[in-house]
């Protein structure tokens, strides 16, 4: 926004040429340290480039605590960290984003990621910090080693709130891509627009699906309602899990279950349009809610080039 701003990111990257790098070689390691902006402010804006480019898609990790992303083609991100609250913001100058801002809880170190337009020219990517972390800009670094491709490593300290965190649910299902999120929506079926009440994770028939937390099956079999053979536990804290259109039941009413047992396998049954895992949760068991804000996230991919990551 203001010229001073600017000058700190010329300060910061100016470094960093990519013309006098890619000359060398197709392949070359690139590296960008992070700036320092203590005054939150929109970021310095770049002159818009002619290049059709966009971004692909962009990873949260906890596993490995970094973040990821992809662009069709290479460009020069811009990174910063910001105080109250703390974030990491990612510029893409020249970049057009086209699409709604999407945001996705992550836990309680990283508690979001975000990703959307900031202007006419700029697509923006933001981590959204606990407040108890503290970040210093020197220990980030913005790094590529394939043209297009950019990682960051967070400090182990944010990947170890998260994994000490006291969030008792997790993710149901393992390297499944979100199809359809929690929201109103025309029903693909009906046609009708309806609160679609739960998360749908596409995966093959036949994937196991897991218990997101301890818990006891109140349901499990099948359903008239158009969910199909479902399980539906219920949790110490009087919450709900519900788990739809299952190809196969692994358990039975009145079984107790621990956290991460396979309970049922991926299937269509019921009113669906293909193999997928529809997933609800209902705090206080009765009022469905985004289970996505319950969930613990050890990996967050926002596939943002197939616009398949829907709100
Ligand atoms: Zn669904």
Redesign the pocket.
Known sequence: MSRCNFSIQKLMFSFLSPKQNSSASPITAKSILLALLSVSSSMAIATPTAQANRLETFVYDLNDSKIQFSLKNDIEPKGVVINNPTRIVIDLPGLVYQGPTVRRRVGKGVQAVRVGQVDANTTRMVVELSPEVTLNPRDLRLKSLKPGEWTMKLPQNIAAIDLNSATNFILPIAGAVIS?GFGWRVHPITGERRL?????FAAPTGTPIFAASDGVVTEAGWTDGGYGNIVELRHSDGSITLY?HTNRVYVSKGQAISRGQAIAEVGSTGRSTGP?L?FEMQPDGKTAVDPMDYLQMRQVTLDLASNSFKD
């Open positions: 359809s679609h009440k739960g998360v749908d739809a997928h529809h």
